[in-house]
């Protein structure tokens, strides 16, 4: 699917911005590396919305975070990605100034060693529900595996 691969590298890119956030406001090193938990408290209503925006633009999105389990599906998969990326970026030892100063080939080599890893995570979003603004279930099980 070409529309997921392209939704999927938009995912990355959205979410290595939040994983600099993160990484700016916390002190993490590879012997205090975060958990799921951390990230899911970091993470916002806003992120959310941002990383989904093209999937949920006819979403009734007072519903989608009124849903706890679709919220919560949501917030676990971010949480998942982001916590792939900041593992990946201490490890590396990337942080903001050396990622967007690397040529785009080290940076695509970057984003295709964590794409790889997320493709693990999409069983997440199975239990998602989506109702559009005129009340009509748009996907009753979204999920993103393709």
């Given amino acids: 699917c070409r529309w997921f691969a392209t939704w999927r590298v938009k995912l990355y890119d959205e979410c290595t911005e939040i ?30 919305i ?8 006819q979403v009734k999105r007072n519903h989608l975070f009124e849903n706890q389990t679709s919220w919560i599906a949501l917030k676990n998969y971010l949480s998942e990605v ?8 201490v490890q590396k030892d990337i942080d903001r100034t050396i990622y967007f100063s690397a040529r785009r080939n ?10 790889t890893d997320l493709h ?26 393709c």
């Fill in 19 to 48: 994983a600099f956030d993160f990484l700016d406001h916390y002190t993490v090193t590879q012997n205090n590396l975060p958990n799921s938990s951390h990230l899911q408290n970091f993470i916002s209503k806003d992120d959310i």
């Fill in 120 to 145: 693990n995570l999409d069983r997440i979003t199975a239990s998602v529900q989506i109702i559009s603004e005129d009340g009509t279930t748009l996907a009753s099980d979204l999920n993103i595996n």
């Fill in 106 to 115: 080290k940076r695509t080599g970057w984003r295709s060693a964590i794409l």
């Fill in 82 to 89: 982001v916590l792939i990326i900041v593992c990946y970026f």
């Fill in 50 to 57: 941002k990383v989904f925006e093209p999937q949920l633009k």
